[in-house]
């Protein structure tokens, strides 16, 4: 029987500076009935993003539309059709989409975004939302378009533990990279980052600032560098890339955090003398290479050359927790929230 | 005869702070004996710029070496060849090279620059530092190379009174700019940017913060910022950037200024969310744009559509002086030192 109605994450208040548990609710919400062409989906795992922190703000939308206290949060999930009123999407289809932060959605088959469809037999469902999903498509995207990567670069990632940062120093060094460092918060986030993502050597920020580490780990300095983070590390990383070096502009965490404020823009005068070049960018321009990026990073994975490593929180009663957590660097790779039988299961 | 000597500004010592008058002195040196291919040079005009403030420090160089206490400076000149061992540079030949700051220098026919010779009857001495110089070179590189300029754009030009700031408003008016706004410091610059140079608007940073002034003066944002100073302006000028907008990055004067620690470095931001491209340039790295540009530049002067203007200091002794008031923003257009006969004749 159709469910009526669905479990939802909602924003009950804009944060008043760092967000608070009690900022999130989870309600029933009336679920729509299926219109023609529409398909009902049961969420599997649902991805938990830095790039919602933004969302929360009033402040101008960029990215997509801000969330609005009152209603539910939204972001990619993978869910199964339960039920459909689209020939071409026959109930038991796995499917990645938008409307996650909640049990069940009505999608517009086509809203199911336009990597679709998913087969679970080609790697586990949590790899379509990681390594296979958004968060693997931005590291290729920063690397090979935007930083242009070439083979022999030395390549420094920032936030080099977490999801878009596991997947690019991995990729970096499968895209030629001579030497891949990464930064951390924290001595345990650290050692990951060599013993289990490929990472040449890593830099704690925590214990040191990265300027004094870059000059230790890369003294000869960098080409590229992914910055996730914006600030200091982007401060230093200009300080170490060499003449005609490039960076992947892709986040900037730190600009929400405590630090907002200690770093100088005039650190580009490094970009003047260096004739560097510095790129923002946004995934979603850059469609046109999904097809390239899905070969190659199946293959890698094929092939065992690629570790895929998520931090799965079960339940959506935990999945405000979850983004909480993320925003307090309490990931490492990829963060899900798992939902339903699928949460007690394989 | 041949002269055996030559009066040089030399720098003292490395300035504490911003540079002073007694930091300089003008003094005689020996002048070498000619050497098989050289050329003895009178310097006419020397050129005064920005860029001369970094190599008065001692921090590691970048664009050319830096200055050293006890010896003389070195830049743009242009002079009249007064004794020749090169059969193919007769005396009488005007050439431009690197030896300035002294009245003459002995030149390797090979120092002479890549626009060696140049013809005084296509343009006015001046102007081969000037609009036909590397200031002319730097704007336009910078616009169609760097910020790869396209008709119908909206741009910003900081610093827009000066040397390579009037250069770059009237040829992005040339190259097909929409709209050209300039930035500089107090009234009487703002009314010279739209009368003389063919700004269309001017904000006063002096007057009023930048980012306000843009959002009046371009209430939909620009496309490309040319920026010469870095610091507050460029981000107020990343604020102002529309999506996909792009900075050619020229100097960042603002870094030996007071305010160099009053800019965010997370501005930066914004280069994300708006797929910003911001791109070091130093302008010898493009000299095959050369060739393109004076065919370009020299038709624009011949034609009238585009105004040379100099501010020129007379006399050796003098010279320091010039870099002093350059430095505090005391010019318009290109600053020029004129030395010897030329001094008091046309």
Redesign the interface.
């Known amino acids: 029987m159709t469910p009526r109605t669905t479990r939802v994450v909602c924003l009950v208040r804009r944060p008043d500076g760092e967000p608070l548990p009690g900022d999130f609710a989870v309600e029933e919400r009336p679920l729509p009935p299926l219109g023609k062409g529409q398909l009902l989906v049961r969420n599997l795992y649902m991805s938990v993003d830095p790039s919602m922190r933004g969302r929360l703000e009033s402040t101008e939308k960029?990215?997509t539309h801000n969330f609005t206290p009152g209603s539910p949060l939204d972001g990619r999930a993978l869910g199964v059709v339960e039920e459909s009123r689209c020939a071409s999407v026959p109930p038991g289809t796995y499917v990645r989409h938008q409307l996650g932060w909640r049990e069940r959605a009505v999608l517009d088959d086509a809203a199911v975004d336009g990597a679709g469809r998913i087969d679970p037999r080609l790697a586990p469902l949590p790899t379509w939302l990681g390594l296979l999903g958004q968060t693997g498509f931005t590291a290729y995207v920063g690397l090979t378009r935007i930083a242009e990567l070439r083979p022999g670069d030395t390549v420094l990632v920032s936030a080099a533990a977490g999801a878009v940062g596991t997947a690019a120093g991995q990729f970096a060094r499968l895209l030629g990279a001579d030497r891949v460092i990464g930064t951390a918060g924290g001595p345990d986030k650290c050692a990951l980052l060599v013993k289990e993502f490929g990472y040449d050597a890593a830099a704690d920020y925590r214990a040191e600032p990265v300027r004094d580490a870059l000059a230790r780990l890369a003294p000869d300095g960098i080409d590229v560098y992914f910055d996730n983070v914006?600030?200091e590390q982007?401060?230093a990383a200009l300080h170490a890339l060499r003449t005609g070096g490039r960076v992947a502009?892709?986040?900037?965490m730190?600009?929400f955090g405590a630090d907002?404020?200690s770093?100088?823009?005039?650190?580009?005068?490094?970009?003047?003398?260096?004739?560097?070049?510095?790129?923002?960018?946004?995934v979603r321009?850059h469609q046109d290479l999904r097809p390239e990026f899905e070969q190659r990073v199946a293959g890698w994975l094929a092939e065992g050359r690629i570790t895929a490593r998520e931090t799965v929180v079960d339940g959506l009663e935990n999945a405000a927790g979850a983004l909480l957590s993320l925003l307090g660097g309490g990931n490492v790779g990829k963060m899900l929230v798992r939902l339903g039988e699928s949460a007690h299961g394989s």
């Not at 004739?275 to 923002?280: C, E, H, K, N």
């Open positions: 960029h990215y914006g600030g982007l401060a502009l892709c986040g900037m730190s600009q907002r404020r770093a100088d823009i005039n650190q580009l005068i490094q970009a003047v003398l260096k004739r560097l070049t510095l790129r923002g960018f946004i321009d």
